[in-house]
């Protein structure tokens, strides 16, 4: 039984960095696992950041990066906005099945 | 602009099915494929599975293989899910994800499905 895992909580400063991970349980997380980051608050639904790693959406705010850190997918959030108080999934792709994480609420504070 | 518009909430009993809708606008359907994602009250995001428009092809986790059919029109460019046997456990809102090379960029509203008796 394959698991995504991500960070269940952090907490950042307004203005601060902060690098979430996803790490999976066959060994390290690569470009081939196609790492997707989401965005989501409450009552709605995901919003698609990252997509294959590091690729941004056009509405995807700058301040948001995707890349491979460690072993793990990682998203980092570099000059943190109020607005950035959400939980955050990685999806990864293992043919079939696909894994999301558990998720990483993010407080900013 | 791209669209995905689900169909709306459902009571349903134990044991019954329910079928979901995702009616899209905005993009050229045949070139996607689409993703069927459930959470759970106050958890996480679950992959229920995914179908590829040109061809039907289709992909799903073990848990759901034998309980989920996703099919897809294309006179009306929307997707379906349908789940059947459903215990309380199912219990969820579903959302529909379009994606494309494996980015999985616009989703839909979500449709809360709610069992009980």
């Known amino acids: 039984q394959t698991v995504v895992t991500q960070e269940p909580s952090l907490t950042v400063s307004p203005g601060g960095t902060v690098t979430l991970t996803c790490g999976s349980s066959t060994g390290a997380v690569t470009s081939g696992h196609y790492p997707n980051w989401f965005q989501q608050k409450p009552g709605q639904a995901p919003r698609s950041l990252i997509y294959r790693t590091s690729n941004k959406h056009s509405w995807t705010p700058a301040r948001f990066s995707g890349s491979l850190l460690g072993g793990k997918a990682a998203l980092t959030l570099s000059g943190v906005q109020p607005e950035d108080e959400a939980d955050y999934y990685c999806?990864?792709?293992?043919?079939?099945?696909?894994?999301f994480g558990g998720g990483t609420k993010l407080t900013v504070l | 602009q791209v669209q995905l518009v689900q169909s709306g909430g459902e009571m349903k009993q134990p044991g019954a099915s329910v079928k979901v809708s995702c009616k899209t606008s905005?993009?050229?359907?045949?070139?996607?494929?689409f993703s069927w994602v459930r959470q759970a009250p106050g958890q996480g995001l679950e992959w229920i599975g995914w179908?590829?428009?040109?061809?039907?092809?289709?992909q799903f986790p073990q848990k759901f293989r034998d309980r989920v059919t996703l099919t897809t029109d294309t006179s009306t460019t929307t997707a379906y899910m349908e789940l059947t046997r459903l215990t309380s456990d199912d219990t969820a809102v579903y959302f529909c994800?379009?994606?494309?090379?494996?980015?999985?960029?616009?989703w839909g509203q979500g449709t809360l499905v709610t069992v009980s008796s």
């Open positions: 994800a379009r994606d494309i090379d494996w980015d999985v960029d616009f």
């Open positions: 179908i590829r428009v040109d061809n039907g092809d289709t």
């Open positions: 905005g993009f050229t359907f045949m070139k996607y494929g």
């Open positions: 999806l990864l792709f293992y043919g079939a099945p696909w894994m």
